[in-house]
């Protein structure tokens, strides 16, 4: 029963130390064993925080590099997001481009064909109303002077 406690207790440690006590041959040779039981016991504590350390240190090491792992994928990912939202902005911006110019253009054209047939719009200025002299009627006493450009108005948004 004694042997099976020092050997789950001391295991080989005791074995070195009556070894090292044999060889050195102190004068008191059990403060010499007390002291080298201690002192191994130390050693084998120091031997197991620096494990300890060890596995921590490798396992923040390796967070650390899934965590870069992760945010190298994250720019990636946001880059790529980036990218499709420029591509996809520029063909929103563009298609409304497109369509603003279709829509632009035709009052334009239409209003242009509007003044090639009309038969006197050459001979006419357009900034300038035309006048005419006042009418001797009594009944007439306020005139509306339009321009070409308020009639095209008119039939455009009369028409529409």
């Known amino acids: 029963m004694e042997t099976e406690y020092l050997k789950r207790c001391f295991r080989n440690s005791l074995s070195q130390a009556l070894a090292e006590v044999a060889k ?4 008191d040779p059990i403060e010499y064993l007390a002291h080298w039981l201690y002192h191994y016991r130390k050693l084998e504590t120091d031997k197991e925080k620096n494990r300890q350390e060890e596995t921590e240190l490798q396992e923040e090491y390796h967070r650390g590099l899934k965590e870069q792992e992760m945010m190298e994928m994250l720019k990636q990912e946001e880059y ?5 939202y420029a591509e996809h902005h520029k063909e929103q911006i563009s298609t409304e481009k ?3 110019m279709q829509e632009d253009t035709e009052p334009l054209e239409e209003v242009a064909l509007e003044e090639e047939s009309l038969p ?12 005419s002299p006042p009418s001797d009627s009594a009944g007439q006493t306020e005139q509306s002077i339009d321009t070409p450009q308020e009639m095209n108005l008119e039939k455009t948004f009369t028409s529409s």
């Open 24 to 27: 050195v041959k102190p004068s």
């Open 80 to 84: 790529q997001i980036q990218q499709k």
């Open 98 to 100: 497109a369509i603003f």
């Open 120 to 131: 006197s719009s050459s001979n006419i200025i357009p900034t300038v109303p035309q006048w």
